[in-house]
């Protein structure tokens, strides 16, 4: 047999042959050294077994293994060659032995040998138990640890995986599609491989999420000076707010998730309350109103329940009530009628002192009421003559111009005409309606001012003009009802 070295040996003589004489012959360095083996690794079972590998080589070599019960056969040659690998009975875990084949000048070469354990048992495992997956479409994955073939199947259309089968550890692929339902959703990933319990991934999809869009109030009340207020806003997303109207400013004008918007009313100069709408805003939810309602400019009020008083010569004390807003004084035109107190806050009695007169003719003294912002108020104070002769000496006389009148649902101002000779005063104000003046002397002429009718029904009330030694007058006031 010719070997790949004798082959070369002759390939070398034959050059020798030809060679000129004065060239020098080769020697045994100059030959190139080969060295290879066949496969690089064995996957032996568990049991006892022989395994051969194929050695390449123009150069002696030796072999050797690094476990005692993996052993090689010849432990050495020249050229090439086949070595005998018998592996012993494995009766624990897996193991490794390295077979190492070397040659001089050339590097060496290794085969790995694995065996097998006695009993492997089968394993599988998966990285997680379950996925939460968002409800827009998305990929997730899960890690599968195992020694043998496998098989995996989801439960919904909705829920893949890829791949659908393997050897061994990989990673598994989960895809889901976009989810619109309001509720969550669930698939199972089963997983079986033979001989071991098969492994569950329960995949659950969130629902698709429902926009958030509250106001902690829908109205706001806002006083006619003006100032701030604040409404909370509960959202799940981008917001926009915006006022129909200058006078009323919000901040901030949009947002993103809950917030506080701060609502600026400026004064109001205005006598009617008037209104804004704030609109709050955000994609995919109904749209929230806040209705802020500001008040009207204040009014001063300053009422006097009689604009006369009729005084007896003697002189005495008298008293007017006086109904008011805010801040008033009271100053008299005469220094025989003075005034008590001379000012004051809201409603309040006035007492009117009238000196006694010496006067052979009557005297008339003027009490002025004023408040700021409203119209100043007057009582006259007309005072016997000294020889006059008492109203007690004379008829007393007492008259009104009607005793019934009728008025529309939506109220006003009406009057009735007093014709007397004495001192008269006015009862039975009703919640509706107020008369004015409430006392006097003489004629005189009452104002009743009426309030808007709001029942769907009619109502009647009736007040009493009565004045001492004369027979007392009644009025009926009838109110259409509400249409």
């Known amino acids: 047999m010719i070997t790949r070295k004798t082959n070369k040996l002759m390939m070398a003589a034959a050059a020798l042959l030809l060679m000129p004489a004065s060239c020098d012959l080769p020697t045994g360095d100059d030959l190139i050294s080969e060295l290879s083996v066949d496969k690089t690794t064995i996957d ?21 293994s690094s476990a ?18 018998t592996v012993a009975t494995n009766t624990d875990t897996a193991r490794t032995a390295i077979l190492t084949v070397a040659a001089s000048g050339v590097e060496a070469k290794t085969v790995t040998v694995t065996q097998a354990a006695k009993d492997s048992m089968p394993i599988l495992e998966v990285s997680a138990p379950g996925i939460a997956a968002a409800a827009d479409a998305n990929t997730y994955t899960v890690s599968i640890t195992s020694n043998s073939s496998w098989a995996v199947a989801s439960s919904e259309g909705w829920c893949t995986v890829s791949p659908a089968s393997g050897v061994g550890d990989a990673t ?25 319990e098969a492994k569950t991934v329960t995949v659950t999809q969130a629902a698709k999420s429902i926009p958030v ?17 604040t409404v909370a806003i509960t959202s799940s ?18 947002g993103v998730g809950d917030a506080t918007l701060t609502i600026t009313a400026a004064a109001s100069t205005d006598t009617l309350a008037r209104t804004a709408i704030l609109t709050v805003t955000a994609s995919g939810v109904e749209a929230k109103t806040v209705t802020v309602t500001q008040a009207a400019k204040s009014i001063p009020v300053l009422e006097i329940s009689t604009s006369g008083i009729a005084a007896v010569a003697d002189g005495s004390t008298y008293t007017v009530a006086i109904t008011s807003s805010g801040a008033w004084t009271a100053v008299s035109s005469a220094g025989w009628c003075t005034v008590n107190p001379a000012s004051g806050v809201g409603n309040a009695t006035l007492s009117i002192a009238v000196a006694a007169s010496t006067d052979a003719l009557e005297r008339t003294a003027n009490v002025t009421v004023a408040a700021n912002g409203a119209k100043a108020k007057t009582v006259t104070v007309t005072q016997a003559a000294k020889d006059s002769i008492p109203a007690s000496d004379s008829v007393p006389v007492l008259e009104v111009n009607t005793s019934s009148f009728a008025v529309a649902e939506g109220g006003g101002t009406y009057t009735v005409v ?28 009452l104002s009743i001012t009426v309030a808007a009718n709001g029942a769907e029904s009619v109502r009647t009330s009736t007040f009493t003009v009565a ?17």
């Open 418 to 445: 007093i014709t007397s000779n004495c001192q008269w005063t006015v009862s039975g104000n009703d919640m509706w309606y107020f008369v004015s003046p409430a006392s006097g002397f003489g004629n005189a002429i």
């Open 172 to 196: 598994l692929t989960v895809a889901v599609t976009a989810y619109t339902d309001s509720l969550a959703r669930k698939a199972i990933l089963t997983i079986t491989a033979s001989g071991v």
């Open 68 to 85: 005692e019960w993996c052993t090689v056969s010849p432990d050495s040659g020249d050229g090439d060659g086949t070595l005998s690998i």
């Open 44 to 64: 032996a079972a568990k049991e006892r077994g022989t395994y051969t590998v194929a050695v390449t080589a123009t150069v002696p070599w030796t072999a050797a």
């Open 237 to 254: 997303g981008a917001w926009t707010a915006v006022s129909n109207e200058g006078w009323c400013t919000v901040s901030p004008a949009s």
């Open 213 to 229: 869009l509250e106001v902690s109030t829908s109205s706001v009340a806002a006083v006619a000076d003006g100032g701030a207020y």
């Open 467 to 483: 004045a001492n030694g004369a027979e007392a007058k009644t009025v009926t006031v009838t109110q259409a009802a509400k249409k």
